[in-house]
């Protein structure tokens, strides 16, 4: 499994709901949920941390 799993990353049920409200609200989109919890990735990802992860695995110039 190490070789297939490169993090993990644990949301609140608070930000699982507004990412609902917002996909509803905005798309039109109606999901459970625990399927909005990869949401939060890109956006980790996009920050200072996110870069040096990426950086470190050569994943920069993947995006």
Do not use: C, V, W
């Not at 070789?3 to 644990?10: D, I, R, S």
């Not at 709901?17 to 109606?30: G, S």
């Amino acid at each position: 499994m190490e070789q297939l799993l490169g993090g993990e990353f644990t949301i609140d049920d608070g930000r699982l709901y507004k990412f609902l409200r917002d996909l509803a609200d905005e798309e039109d989109i109606y999901l459970e949920p625990s399927a909005l919890a990869g949401f939060l990735g890109p956006i980790l990802l996009s920050g200072e941390k996110g870069e040096e992860y990426l950086k470190k695995h050569n994943l920069s110039d993947k995006k």
